[in-house]
C-alpha cells in the first residue's frame, strides 16, 4: 500500500509539473521507477499506459484554458506517434539489467539540458510562428523516439525547441505539447503491448500512476499561467538529475562506493544553487519573456 501511495503521489506530482512546463511526467515517473528496481520496458511500459489517460486529462484541460495551438498539435501527431511505436519495439527487444544504466544516462543528460535551458535562457526568440511540417516532422519523431526509449523525451525535446524557434508564446507550447503527448502516449502503448504483451505490466502501478496525474491535470493547465516556466524548469531539471544518480552509481561498478555520499551532497549544492540563482534572477527581471506572458 505505501508503494502505491509513493507512485500515486509521484503520479500527481509528475503530472503537476509536465502540465505546467510542458516535459517531465515520463521522465520522473520512469526515473522513480527505475529506482524502485523495476526493468526499463516495464517502467516505460507502465508509465506510457499511465500517460494515455492522464495526457487525455491535461489535454482536455489545456484546451479549456485556451492553451493549445491545433495546427502545431496536428502536424506533431503523426510523427511524434510513429517515432514513439518503433522505440517502444526498439527498447522491448534489449535486455533490461544491460539498458538500465544507459537509459538513465539519457535521463540524466535530460535533466542537464532542462535545467541549462531554463537557468540561462534569458528571453525567447520573437519571430513568426513555425508550423512547417518540414520542421515539425523531425523534431516529432526523434521526440517520440527517444520519449519511448527512455520514458520520457517528448516534452523534454518538444518545448524547449519550439519555445525557443517556434515564436508562440510559452503557454501555447506548453499546451500544444501536452495534449498531442496523447497520441504518443497511445503509439508507445501499442507498441510495448506488442513487444512485451499484457502480462509484463503491473495494472495497479498503472492505474495509481493515473490517479495521481488525473487530479493534478487541471491544477497545472491553471498553474500554467501563474509559476515562472524557468523556475520549474530549473526546479525539474535538478530533480530528474538526482534521481538518476543512484541509479548511474550502482549501475557502474567502478565508481567507489566511498564517493556515493560525496557526489550525492555535490548534486544537491547544485541543484539547490541552481534554483537560488533562478528565484534572484526571475525577481531581477532577468527572465522577460517568462514575465511578460505570465
Same mark, same amino acid.
Given at each position: 500500500m505505501q508503494k502505491l501511495l509513493i507512485l500515486a503521489l509521484a503520479g500527481f506530482v509528475a503530472q503537476l509539473v509536465d502540465g505546467s512546463l510542458g516535459m517531465a511526467y515520463g521522465v520522473t515517473s520512469?526515473?522513480?521507477?527505475?529506482?524502485?528496481?523495476?526493468a526499463p520496458a516495464v517502467a516505460s511500459a507502465s508509465v506510457h499506459m499511465a500517460e494515455v489517460v492522464t495526457t487525455a486529462a491535461s489535454g482536455i484541460s489545456h484546451m479549456r484554458f485556451g492553451n493549445v495551438d491545433r495546427i502545431l498539435v496536428r502536424?506533431?501527431? #503523426?510523427?511524434? !506517434? =510513429? *517515432?514513439a511505436f518503433i522505440g517502444a519495439c526498439f527498447l522491448s527487444s534489449l535486455p533490461g539489467d544491460v539498458i538500465k544504466p544507459y537509459i538513465a544516462i539519457f535521463l540524466f543528460l535530460l535533466g542537464i539540458y532542462v535545467m541549462w535551458r531554463f537557468l540561462f535562457n534569458r528571453r525567447h526568440a520573437v519571430h513568426q510562428p513555425n508550423t512547417?511540417?518540414?520542421?515539425?516532422?523531425? #523534431?516529432?519523431? !526523434? =521526440? *517520440?523516439?527517444?520519449?519511448?526509449?527512455?520514458?520520457?523525451?517528448?516534452?523534454?525535446?518538444?518545448?524547449?525547441?519550439?519555445?525557443?524557434?517556434?515564436g508562440m508564446e510559452t503557454r501555447k507550447v506548453i499546451g500544444s505539447v501536452d495534449t498531442s503527448e496523447f497520441f504518443i502516449a497511445v503509439s508507445a502503448t501499442l507498441g510495448f503491448l506488442i513487444s512485451l504483451g499484457w502480462s509484463n505490466v503491473s495494472w495497479t502501478w498503472v492505474v495509481a500512476l493515473m490517479i495521481g496525474g488525473i487530479v493534478a491535470a487541471p491544477i497545472a493547465a491553471w498553474l500554467v499561467r501563474v509559476i515562472p516556466s524557468h523556475l520549474l524548469g530549473v526546479t525539474v531539471g535538478g530533480m530528474i538529475i538526482f534521481t538518476n544518480t543512484q541509479t548511474l552509481l550502482t549501475g557502474f561498478s567502478f565508481i567507489p562506493s566511498t564517493w556515493h555520499t560525496v557526489i550525492y551532497v555535490f548534486v544537491v549544492l547544485c541543484w539547490g544553487g541552481a534554483?537560488?540563482?533562478?528565484?534572484?534572477?526571475?525577481?531581477?527581471?532577468?527572465y522577460q519573456e517568462s514575465s511578460s506572458h505570465r
Open positions: 520512469t526515473s522513480l521507477l527505475l529506482l524502485l528496481g523495476i502536424r506533431l501527431i #503523426l510523427p511524434g !506517434s =510513429a *517515432g512547417s511540417p518540414k520542421f515539425l516532422f523531425p #523534431l516529432g519523431l !526523434s =521526440a *517520440g523516439f527517444l520519449d519511448a526509449t527512455g520514458g520520457g523525451g517528448w516534452g523534454p525535446l518538444s518545448t524547449p525547441i519550439l519555445m525557443s524557434r517556434h534554483i537560488g540563482l533562478a528565484v534572484y534572477r526571475y525577481r531581477k527581471g532577468y
